[in-house]
């Protein structure tokens, strides 16, 4: 068998990567990001690092907001501003925040806190 054959033969068994699936309940939202950081980038604001605390508290690196969950949208608010809500898609470990306008952001879920935020 060819070194080529070989190689096409180990692909067809590769399991084919996760389709991206909206997390459609506060339940499947909880369970995939809280307790864990997100460290993305939105259209809007640029680059962020966050952990998303099991009390509702959001720990970034020089500033901390709160969030919550309403229906099937995570809600984001900092400094007293009014929180921001957004539909959570998620791919593995890539999360995509889906607002009115499309994705407005993306990032990577992390395990944990490790930046000890």
């Known amino acids: 068998m060819t070194r080529a054959r070989i190689l096409l033969c180990l692909a067809a068994l590769m399991p ?7 997390l459609a309940s506060a339940d499947a939202i909880r369970a995939t990001i809280v307790g864990n ?3 993305g980038s939105m259209v809007a604001s640029g680059g962020f690092t966050e952990y998303y605390a099991p ?3 959001i720990r970034g690196p020089d500033y901390a907001g709160q969030w919550s969950i309403t229906g099937n949208r995570m809600c984001f608010g900092y400094d007293g501003n009014p929180a921001s809500c957004w ?3 998620v791919s593995g470990r890539n ?3 889906v607002g009115s306008g499309g994705d407005e952001g993306t990032g990577t879920i992390l ?3 490790p930046n000890n935020f």
């Open 87 to 89: 539909a959570v898609r």
């Open 95 to 97: 999360v995509v925040w």
């Open 37 to 39: 950081t997100v460290r």
């Open 111 to 113: 395990p944990g806190n």
């Open 55 to 57: 009390d509702g508290a």
């Open 16 to 22: 084919l990567p996760a389709a991206a699936q909206d």
